[in-house]
């Protein structure tokens, strides 16, 4: 079991920055691939970035390529999602999750994770 506690979301302007963590506890973290994801009120949750264990591999949403940096501490188990250039359609619920079963990739696809953190609230004001 993994337990996973998402920190950094709040409110601020297009065009501004937030670093979100996500810290680990549990089973080693380091034995699994992370992913962020996101959900908007009225929209299903998608897919916005993933990490794989070792972190050698990245992937991220088109979406968000160029703005959003993924990266990951297995020594003390968080990870975290570096958020810039932020708009108005950043605005959601954003999730870390991690996936026991990848050890050199990392999923894009939400049902592939299997441990889920509750999620905190990022707003963007245009």
């Known amino acids: 079991q993994v337990q996973l506690v998402e920190s950094g979301g709040g409110l601020v302007q297009a065009g501004g920055s937030l670093r979100l963590s996500c810290a680990a506890s549990?089973?080693?973290?380091?034995?699994?691939?992370m992913g962020w994801f996101r959900q908007a009120p009225g929209k299903e949750r998608e897919f916005v970035a993933a990490?794989?264990?070792?972190?050698?591999?990245?992937y991220y949403a088109d979406s968000v390529k160029g703005r959003f940096i993924i990266a990951r501490d297995n020594a003390k188990d968080t990870g975290d999602l570096q958020m810039n250039s932020l708009k108005p359609e950043d605005t959601a619920v954003y999730y870390c999750?991690?996936?026991?079963?990848?050890?050199?990739?990392?999923?894009?696809?939400?049902?592939?994770?299997?441990?889920w953190g509750r999620g905190t609230q990022v707003t963007v004001s245009s």
């Open positions: 999750a991690a996936d026991p079963r990848r050890y050199t990739t990392a999923s894009v696809y939400d049902h592939e994770y299997d441990y």
């Open positions: 549990g089973r080693t973290f380091s034995s699994y691939a």
């Open positions: 990490i794989s264990w070792s972190g050698g591999r990245t």
